[in-house]
C-alpha cells in the first residue's frame, strides 16, 4: 500500500513561497521556526518534499494558518500573510483592537 502525503506537494510550496516572500523570512529563519533543515525548505519550495504532520502543526500554531490553507482548500491573503509575520504580542494588539472595532459597531 502507497502511502499519500497529507498535502500537496506544490499547495504547500506555495505557502512556503508566502512565507520566505511576502512573509520576509529568510530560509534559515523559516527552517529554525519550523523545526527543519535550510535544505528542507529548499525542498518544500521546489516541491520535491511535501511536509510531516509535525511540521504543519508546527506552521499552524506558529503562524495561524488555518488547516483549510495548508491543505490547499482556501487562498491565503496577503493581510493574513502580513500578520502571521508579526511577533505574538503585536498580533495580540490587532485582536484587542478588532475586538472593540467589531463590540462598537453592534452597539
Keep these: ?31 529554525e521556526k519550523l523545526g527543519v533543515s535550510r535544505n528542507m525548505i529548499v525542498n518544500y519550495v521546489t516541491a520535491v518534499s511535501a511536509p510531516s504532520m509535525r511540521v504543519i502543526r508546527t506552521l499552524h500554531d506558529t503562524f495561524h494558518l488555518p488547516y483549510e ?10 493581510t493574513f500573510i502580513k500578520y502571521s509575520s508579526l511577533p505574538q504580542d503585536e498580533q495580540q494588539l490587532i485582536n484587542v483592537l478588532i475586538e472593540k472595532l467589531s463590540s462598537r459597531s453592534k452597539g
Design 69 to 78: 490553507s495548508i491543505f490547499g482548500e482556501e487562498e491565503m491573503d496577503e
Design 1 to 31: 500500500m502507497q502511502v499519500r502525503p497529507v498535502t500537496d506537494k506544490e499547495c504547500f510550496s506555495k505557502i512556503v513561497l508566502n512565507l520566505l516572500g511576502k512573509g520576509g523570512f529568510t530560509e534559515k529563519e523559516l527552517a
